[in-house]
């Protein structure tokens, strides 16, 4: 069994950051990529922010710049830095780690909220 635990959402005044964090634990021998998502209401999850065991990172192009995704292989973890928040941000945010494993196996956590206030 896996479970991903998620940390750090909150509400916060536009401009202001934010660190998230997502913790793997349980049967798991390697994972390859760590993603963030997000979920705004009434709209569709999209990718956020991704990083490869090797440390490549891609974001959305509405993020670049501004987030910061990262990683810690001993410790299982997946972190999101978000800084210079705007309103549009807000949402719920997912992580989504994918196993180094034939077949890959994808495990998702439960969600943080992150409000962004005027």
């Known amino acids: 069994q896996v479970q991903l635990v998620e940390s750090g959402g909150g509400l916060v005044q536009a401009g202001g950051s934010l660190r998230l964090s997502c913790a793997a634990s349980g049967s798991i021998f390697s994972i390859k990529t760590m993603r963030w998502y997000r979920q705004a209401p009434g709209k569709q999850r999209d990718l956020v922010a991704a990083?490869?065991?090797?440390?490549?990172?891609n974001y959305a192009d509405s993020v670049k710049g501004r987030f910061t995704i990262s990683r810690d292989n001993a410790k299982n973890t997946v972190y999101l830095q978000m800084n210079s928040l705007k309103l549009e941000d807000t949402a719920v945010y997912y992580c989504?780690?994918?196993?180094?494993?034939?077949?890959?196996?994808?495990?998702w956590g439960q969600g943080t909220q992150v409000t962004v206030s005027s």
């Open positions: 989504n780690i994918a196993t180094d494993t034939w077949p890959s196996y994808n495990y």
């Open positions: 990083i490869t065991k090797g440390a490549s990172t």
